[in-house]
């Protein structure tokens, strides 16, 4: 069955960076884009960038370009996100999820299970 | 960007009621309108696509509809298990892709 299985929690001090694995199994990593997604505390859903594993190629959304890297070893079929510069802004929960793409539509059809990131000094 | 604007954003429901929850966008998003239910403390769970396709293992009382900017999930009978948070997501064509603000439904 598919999975997403990520890294645990992370506590960071402002200006740090953190770096979030996705272990992906079930599946043909390479076939599946692999977004990335954040939650802080009693808010919605934030788009964060995605990631094209047969590829390489990335992109992030607009507020997170400059502070975001996304990485993947195609080996152990594992995506990373890295984040930067942290602040308390950042404190989230961030989420991986496969994506579906059918003509131009796109949904998340697996999740991950959700890494928390706190900021804090 | 595309916004995606959901209502209401909370809503106070009974077992066995019917639940319609909107979403509109700002832009026309042909039908690539995708609806996902999360429950406190878990990952999203994709409900629907592309409007109206409803996910393998997902009851039937679950429907979407809508077209151009105007959409709506509706739960035909609301049960136990579906007191949680929904969020709409678009994908038109270009990114970024955007979700709703959510809609929380709880128990009256």
């Known amino acids: 069955q598919v999975q997403l299985v990520q890294s645990g929690a992370e506590v960071k001090k402002p200006g740090a960076s953190v770096k979030v694995s996705c272990k992906s199994s079930g599946y043909s990593f390479i076939s599946y884009d692999i977004n990335w997604v954040r939650q802080a505390t009693g808010q919605g859903l934030e788009w964060v960038g995605w990631?094209?594993?047969?590829?390489?190629?990335?992109g992030s959304a607009q507020k997170f370009q400059g502070s975001v890297a996304f990485t993947m070893d195609t080996s152990i079929s594992t995506a990373y996100m890295e984040l930067s510069s942290l602040t308390s802004d950042d404190t989230a929960v961030y989420y991986c999820a496969r994506v579906v793409s059918v003509g131009p539509t796109r949904f998340f059809d697996y999740w991950g299970q959700g890494t928390p990131v706190t900021v804090s000094s | 960007d595309i916004q995606m604007t959901q209502s209401p954003s909370s809503l106070s429901a009974s077992i066995g009621d019917r639940v319609t929850i909107t979403c509109r966008a700002s832009q026309t998003i042909n039908n690539y309108l995708n609806w996902y239910q999360q429950e406190p403390g878990k990952a999203p769970k994709l409900l629907i696509s592309?409007?109206?396709n409803l996910q393998s293992g997902v009851p039937s009382r679950f429907s979407g509809s809508g077209s151009g900017t105007d959409f709506t999930l509706t739960i035909s009978s609301l049960q136990p298990e579906d007191f949680a948070t929904y969020y709409c997501?678009?994908?038109?064509?270009?990114?970024?892709?955007?979700f709703g603000g959510g809609t929380k439904v709880e128990i009256k």
């Open positions: 997501q678009q994908s038109y064509y270009t990114l970024p892709l955007t």
């Open positions: 990631m094209n594993p047969n590829s390489g190629y990335t």
């Open positions: 592309s409007s109206s």
